[in-house]
């Protein structure tokens, strides 16, 4: 039961390119989530899928867009990636809006260069 | 705006002795409360949820809720050096199901 798995760990990228990163979980949870994390930041939500077939916006969407292949899988794509973006990110999933706690992905460390 | 509060620490504290994490929170509608363990590197980990007032005691860990307050807490018990972390406090409810989280208090657990 391998729980939330995030593609690929690490990555570097130069600024303007762009790169897919892929999220799987296999609890059979509802909802999946992208969030990223930075310094004295906290956790900042990108975007969300309630259910298989919906995505909303979160807090900080902007240059990011999402994916919400099938009820395993939600996907978090940089079209032009900048230096802002930056970070350690999250997937995760939860069972369904019950107040549930979230189950996280070992998380992708990128870097804009 | 929804806010989670937290003393970003470090928090450091004997082994042994009492670790007592704390965290505000602005919407009175909250509803859900959970605490993460996040140990440096690695990613959030749930450790304890909490629904209504009062203590839940799971282990060496204990959650307490006051909602008049506005405050939830977390007692660590006979702290050991492998409970060194960053503790995150998030708060969900308000008609919303996505938690708004805290930016976490390091504590460090020395021997």
């Known amino acids: 039961n391998a729980g939330v798995t995030q593609t690929p760990k690490f990555q570097v990228l130069k600024t303007g390119q762009s790169m897919t990163l892929q999220c799987a979980q296999d609890m059979n949870h509802n909802s999946m989530y992208w969030y990223r994390q930075d310094p004295g930041m906290g956790l900042r939500l990108i975007y969300y899928s309630a259910s298989e077939g919906t995505t909303d916006k979160g807090e900080v969407p902007n240059g990011y867009n999402v994916s919400r292949l099938n009820k395993r899988e939600f996907s978090l794509r940089l079209e032009s990636a900048a230096p802002s973006q930056t970070s350690v990110y999250f997937c995760?999933?939860?069972?369904?809006?019950?107040?549930?706690?979230?189950?996280f992905g070992s998380g992708t460390r990128l870097t804009v260069v | 705006q929804k806010e989670v509060e937290q003393n970003s620490g470090p928090l450091s504290v004997p082994e042994g002795a009492i670790a007592s994490l704390n965290c505000t929170y602005s919407d009175r509608g909250s509803q859900s409360f959970f605490w993460y363990r996040q140990y440096s590197g690695k990613s959030p980990e749930l450790i304890m949820s909490i629904y209504s007032n009062g203590d839940k005691e799971d282990g060496r860990f204990t959650a307490q809720l006051n909602k008049a307050s506005q405050y939830v807490s977390l007692l660590i018990r006979d702290s050991q050096p492998s409970d060194s972390a960053t503790y995150l406090c998030?708060?969900?409810?308000?008609?919303?199901?996505?938690?708004?989280f805290g930016r976490g208090t390091s504590l460090i657990v020395h021997p």
């Open positions: 998030a708060v969900m409810g308000g008609g919303s199901y996505i938690p708004t």
């Open positions: 995760a999933s939860s069972e369904d809006g019950t107040g549930v706690g979230y189950t």
